[in-house]
């Protein structure tokens, strides 16, 4: 089965700063990746995904990078704000319709 | 707007207890989800089912069973609450494969 793995498990940046979440993936069958922003108290909720035949996806601030080859994708946020403290769960999903695998998180603090 | 919808929000148990959570949506998915997150450990998936008919452990299912009684009602039972069952338990649909989950509010229960 699909196995995520995901790293750092917390990341400090300053205000302003980028900040980067890798994650890798196993099964080379998983063909959807969405990351999930989780507050603190709150739910899990999409903040961007891509599917395997894209390499890179932008919305504003953050953006995803997919190597399909070397079977790992990132989450880069730039300009961070203190807003964007959180945990960050990546996850992989084959398209044959099986569940998502989450990765264990990471908890991003920007300080001001 | 169309929305998954947990109940209770929070709930404090004795050991040795049944217990159910439960979950209903508004969104017309087909697929149920239900997760359990533990400090440190992501999202692990308890049981899913894709329509009715169909329940499916996941991996972590000893100790709960579930029951799907229509397309928008899914339901969590712990037979006999433990401690370690103390965790934030969250219901997420999708539809279909290879597109986001959404995830109800969470329900925090505490076995004492």
């Known amino acids: 089965g699909e196995n995520v793995e995901q790293h750092p498990s917390t990341l400090s940046v300053q205000e302003g700063d980028s900040a980067v979440i890798k994650c890798t993936y196993s099964d080379s069958a998983s063909n959807y990746f969405p990351w999930y922003k989780q507050e603190l108290g709150k739910r899990p909720q999409l903040i961007i995904d891509?599917?395997?035949?894209?390499g890179e996806k932008k919305d504003q601030r953050i953006a995803v990078t997919l190597n399909k080859t070397a079977k790992h994708f990132s989450l880069h946020i730039t300009e961070t704000q203190p807003e964007d403290s959180a945990v960050y769960f990546c996850a992989a999903r084959p398209n044959y319709g099986q569940n998502f695998v989450f990765g264990p998180g990471t908890r991003l603090s920007v300080l001001p | 707007d169309a929305d998954v919808t947990q109940t209770p929000r929070n709930r404090i148990t004795k050991t040795g207890k049944r217990i159910m959570l439960e979950c209903s949506q508004t969104k017309g998915h087909d697929r149920m989800y239900w997760y359990r997150q533990d400090p440190g450990l992501g999202l692990q998936l308890i049981y899913y089912s894709f329509d009715v008919k169909d329940i499916n452990k996941g991996e972590i299912s000893d100790g709960y069973s579930v029951s799907r009684q229509a397309q928008a009602k899914f339901s969590l039972s712990l037979e006999s609450a433990i401690p370690n069952q103390t965790a934030l338990y969250f219901c997420a649909t999708s539809q279909g494969a290879g597109t986001e989950a959404f995830f109800g509010q969470g329900t925090r229960l505490t076995v004492v």
């Open positions: 891509i599917r395997s035949n894209v």
